[in-house]
Each structure stands twice: as C-alpha cells, then as structure tokens.
C-alpha cells in the first residue's frame, strides 16, 4: 500500500500502465520531475479506487478449475483454468457468458482500503 | 459482453485524476499545457491499447495507425492491435492515411513549432479548429522524441523501476496476453476442494477487452 493509504495494485491495469507509460514520456522529456510523477501515481491510486467503489454496477461471475493458490502478504492470486466469465451491467441487462483458458485474479483485502 | 461501463470508468478516472493533480503541477512550476499534453498521450495511449471504446477515439478508425507504425511502442501494445484488428495492418490501410492528412496542414504546424512555446498553442489552435491533426502532430513529435531518448538509454527515473517491478513481479506473467483480474475481497471461503470468493471493486482484461465491475463471485474446483 502506497503512503496516502491506497493500493497500488490497479497499476497493473491499462488505465494505470498508460499513465505510467505517460508520465514516463514526460520524464524523459525532461518536462516534469518523477517526484511528480509519483504524486500523480499516489492520486491514481485513491481515484481508481473511488470510482470503482461509487461509479460502477455490474456484477461478475465466474466458475472453473482452479488451477493455482496463493496467499502471500495479504494478497490472494488464483490461477482459473477453462474458466466461464459473465458480466451483468443491470439486473436487466444480462451479459453472454465468454470462456478464457486462463483467468488471473489478483485480490488485495478489502478491509484494508483507506476509508 | 458489453464493457461500455469500464470505458466509462477509465474515461472518469482520466478526468478526475487530471483534474487532481492540476494543483500539484501548479505547485511544482509545471504549466497547464504539460498536465494537458499528459492527458492526451495518457488518452492516446488507452486508445491504441483498444481495450474499450472511447469517448476520445478518433473517428476514424484507421488514424490511429498512423503514428503506432512510425513509433517506437512496447511490443505488447503492438501485439495486442496486430491481434485484434489485424486489417489495419496491410499497406493499403497505411498509404490511404497518409493521403488523408491535407497536404497544406503539415508545413504549417511544423514552421509553428520552431518558434516560441507559447506561440505555438495559439497557432495550432486557429489553424485546426478540431483539433485533431494538431493533436496527432503533437504525438508524432513526441513519439520521435521519446524514441530518441530511448537509444540514448538516458531512462533511468525511478517511475522506470516501479514500473519494471509491476511487469516483474511474477515470472509467470504474459504481459498484456494475459486475463487478469485486479480487484478487493471480501470473503474466501473453501470446503474441501471446492472454492468460493467474493471480490469488489475490480478491473479486468479478459480478451483483450477491459472490464470495471462493483462485485465478483467465482465457484471455483481444486
């Protein structure tokens, strides 16, 4: 967890490894500093964290082989195999059900978030 | 599956972290143009990866193209559009683009960018009332010079090393291959050798394509 409380987690996500990609052009550039870069990095962590929490509806679900465990340092990794994926936007709006080979999760404890 | 509602997501995460950070650039002595020009490679950058339909896309599907063939972008980017519009690769696609850009525009804008920095916001803002050709040039630009750079190896920032870290963290990563899913949980419950978990607050790739989700829950076997 980064210093403001947040997980750095979601910039593993192409959201977050965009901005990293981003600001990393702007470093070599010589326009900004990585200190601010960092900042910026520090608020990405809080504002993904607050949009997903208030800004999104659906629900997933998923059912398969699981694969591989792990528990480390508070993080749960599973590794899916012939994993079945289903996304509903809205009770009404039900999403088609799309099958992966492998499905990565990577869970940090809920309880922890800097609320 | 529709992942209308993740585009949405990212398109608010962009905007309110820009807007966020707009003090601290203030703070730092950095100009508005620069937290601006971030938000358009960072915008850029997201289209390109094509995992969602975005607000900010181009119309034209095949300008996007045009600067990821010039440039010097990670492979993974570059494998990730080879996988999921491999039309757009073919030399027809690329010289009609070219073709597209007005002839007259291109030595406009790069007269404007010898002079000085304040005047060219102004002058690339008059002579392209969309903004869209000022908008790829700036790229373009920006793209050489970062490519620059990077034969240079003059990269050595610390964001670098955290980056590295992400990507490296486990040796059994595909990179953008990969379905991953980034989330909370709740709950992780097992009997025998039968799972099951509650998860929240979530971002997903699953086939190229990205995901936001409120609630998760898998049943999963050992």
Redesign the interface.
């Known amino acids: 967890m980064s210093a403001s409380g947040y ?9 977050g ?13 010589g ?11 520090d ?2 962590d809080r ?7 208030d ?12 694969d591989t ?1 792990r ?1 480390c340092d508070d993080v ?1 990794t ?3 195999k012939d ?1 079945n ?3 509903d ?1 809205t009770e009404d ?1 039900q ?2 059900t ?1 099958v ?1 080979d ?9 309880k922890k ?1 800097g609320e | 599956m529709s992942n209308q509602e993740g585009a949405r997501a990212y398109e608010t995460i962009v905007e309110s972290v820009v807007n966020e950070v707009r003090e601290d650039f203030e703070s730092a002595g950095i100009d508005e143009q620069t937290l601006q020009d971030l938000k358009l490679v960072w915008q850029t950058k997201l289209s390109e990866s094509r995992v969602a339909k975005f607000m900010w896309d181009p119309e034209d599907e095949g300008s996007l193209s045009a600067p990821l063939n010039n440039s010097n972008i990670a492979p993974s980017l570059l494998d990730s559009q080879g996988l999921t519009i491999p039309a757009l690769s073919s030399g027809e696609d690329k010289s009609q683009q070219s073709q597209h850009q007005p002839q007259q525009q291109q030595p406009l804008m790069t007269q404007s960018k010898h002079e000085e920095q304040p005047k060219q916001e102004i002058e690339l803002s008059m002579e392209d009332p969309d903004g869209e050709i000022a908008e790829q040039l700036k790229l373009q630009a920006k793209q050489a010079k970062k490519s620059a750079l990077l034969d240079t190896d003059e990269i050595n920032s610390d964001l670098d090393d955290s980056e590295d870290d992400y990507l490296n963290s486990s040796g059994e990563e595909e990179g953008q291959d990969e379905n991953i899913v980034l989330c909370l949980y709740e709950k992780v419950l097992r009997v025998k050798n039968k799972w099951k978990c509650n998860l929240k607050d979530g971002l997903a790739t699953i086939n190229h394509k990205d995901y936001a989700f409120q609630r998760a829950q898998g049943e999963t076997e050992w």
């Not at chain 1, 490894?17 to 550039?29: G, K, Q, R």
């Open positions: 997980y750095e987690l979601y910039r593993r996500s192409t959201v490894a965009t901005l990293v990609d981003a600001l990393d052009t702007l470093i070599s550039d326009r900004i500093e990585a200190s601010l870069a960092m900042r910026v990095l608020t990405f504002v993904v964290a607050e949009t997903l929490k800004k999104t509806q659906s629900k997933l679900t998923f059912k398969g082989h699981l465990y528990f749960w599973f590794i899916i994993c994926v289903k996304l936007q709006i999403g088609n799309v992966v492998k499905l990565r999760i990577v869970a940090c404890n809920s978030t």
